[in-house]
């Protein structure tokens, strides 16, 4: 135990601190940040976030709000951009729109635009016309609903009178209706109560699982070629022989293994931090709940499952790839010799990707009990909340068997493969050899 301490320590430090996994995992956390900040760049470049120092941030506009003859209509819509957390515009007053105060503030820019009343578009008609004035673009998504929804309010209360409905009442009514769905196991359930729950699952989720399959695939690939070419470099020139001196091979596979599994943690570590402290940015929030999107929504259990299927999967490829880097002499041959467990990550990741539309397909509920495809598949289950407990339970005893599995077979490769040089060992020879040896 004290040797596989040694070499877990000794393969995490080395792995930890070269080049090529700084650099990478740099590059990576820039492109999340990147990508995350995205939407808030383009509306820089637009000119939506510059606009002097009385702009906060292109989530806290400062518009014109020219009340004219309609004061309650205007007074209602300050009321209710005061009741909301995070406004997405702040009014500014004015009588008329010749004020030339304002009209020297849409032309320095502490203005983006104002909105006006004018007479009613139709006959019979009681609530004012509203326009939107801008120099030079569009109002963005967030001032559209906040506009929209306070008025959409006072056209209610000048409707019914302020008398008549309160201001919960009001909302109640404005607020549109949610349709969910739900599925039947027969026709006949379609009228009852007795149907299945709801199963709505929000636009988080989806995105969660996107992100979460992605960190898996490229975690398992980066990590298991680390353990492939660690394998395969100590063997070719021929370090492999002065360790199994002072180590045996099996320490060194395991330690190997547990130690790039560490660094491989790290790395996720990393993008998880950066994934954080860009969503806790304040013009993210705003663009989160702009697009309908509400962090509160997301499934922690989620996260839970997929630490562990991550895990799993990550230790069932690690034993495949140090298997196969044992038996391989020459670097260059480790492309070819990894082929198919790549081919299997990649058939993994793709069927999860491409089925997060159909996750009740009798396909994908077969393939969440495969030890190869089920991190990605019962992850995809879980996160739509299409798994049941029991589902998944059994899946992951199918997996750990499979590690326990393939974990065997791999030492026994590994005892004998670090050893075997020349050309790649046939199948009926790599057999023979591991004969003479028990695990």
């Not at 900040?37 to 383009?42: K, T």
């Not at 009681?126 to 006072?154: D, R, W």
């Not at 492939?228 to 180590?247: D, F, G, N, Q, Y």
Request: proline share 4%; charged share 15%; net charge positive.
């Amino acid at each position: 135990m004290n040797r596989l301490g040694t070499v877990i320590g000794f393969t995490f430090r080395q792995k930890a601190r070269t080049k090529s996994f700084i650099i990478t995992t740099l590059v990576l956390a820039l492109l999340i940040t990147l990508g995350m900040n995205l939407p808030y760049l383009i509306s820089l470049f637009k000119g939506e976030g510059a606009g002097g120092s009385d702009t906060t941030a292109a989530a806290h506009q400062r518009l014109g709000l020219i009340a004219g003859n309609q004061t309650e209509v205007a007074n209602q819509l300050e009321r209710f951009t005061k009741e909301q957390s995070n406004p997405a515009a702040i009014w500014v007053r004015y009588d008329s729109v010749q004020a030339p105060t304002m009209q020297q503030a849409l032309n320095n820019g502490k203005l983006q635009g104002y909105v006006q009343f004018t007479e009613p578009a139709a006959k019979g008609d009681t609530f004012p016309k509203v326009e939107y004035v801008s120099v030079e673009k569009e109002p963005s998504p967030a001032v559209i609903t906040l506009v929209q929804t306070g008025l959409q309010e006072a056209k209610v209360k000048a409707i019914m009178g302020d008398k008549s409905l309160t201001s919960d009442q009001i909302r109640e009514i404005s607020a549109p209706v949610l349709v969910d769905s739900r599925e039947v196991d027969s026709p006949s359930e379609a009228g009852g109560a007795a149907g299945k729950e709801e199963k709505a699952t929000s636009m988080i989720n989806y995105g969660l699982v996107y992100v979460l399959m992605i960190l898996f695939f490229t975690s398992s690939m980066m990590t298991g070629n680390m353990i492939a070419a660690e394998v395969t470099s100590e063997k070719s020139s021929r370090i492999m022989e002065i360790l199994i001196t002072s180590v045996s091979p099996l320490t060194q596979m395991f330690g190997k293994i547990i130690g790039i599994f560490l660094v491989g943690l790290l790395q996720i570590a990393v993008f998880a931090a950066v994934m954080c402290a860009n969503l806790m940015l304040p013009h993210n929030n705003v663009i989160l709940s702009s697009v309908g999107l509400d962090l509160s929504q997301l499934n922690i259990a989620v996260l839970g499952y997929g630490l562990i299927f991550y895990i799993l999967g990550y230790f069932l490829y690690a034993v495949l790839f140090a298997a196969v880097g044992s038996i391989v002499s020459r670097t260059e041959e480790l492309g070819q010799a990894i082929m198919p467990i790549t081919v299997l990550s990649l058939a993994a990741f793709y069927i999860g990707i491409f089925n997060i539309a159909a996750p009740d397909t009798i396909f994908i509920k077969v393939a969440g009990y495969i030890p190869f495809f089920s991190p990605t598949v019962m992850l995809l289950r879980i996160g739509l909340e299409r798994a049941s407990l029991l589902e998944i339970w059994l899946s992951l005893a199918i997996l750990v068997a499979s590690i326990l599995l393939f974990g065997w077979l791999a030492a026994k490769i590994y005892r004998t493969g670090v050893l075997m040089y020349g050309k790649r060992p046939s199948f009926k020879e790599l057999r023979k050899a591991m004969k003479a040896y028990k695990i």
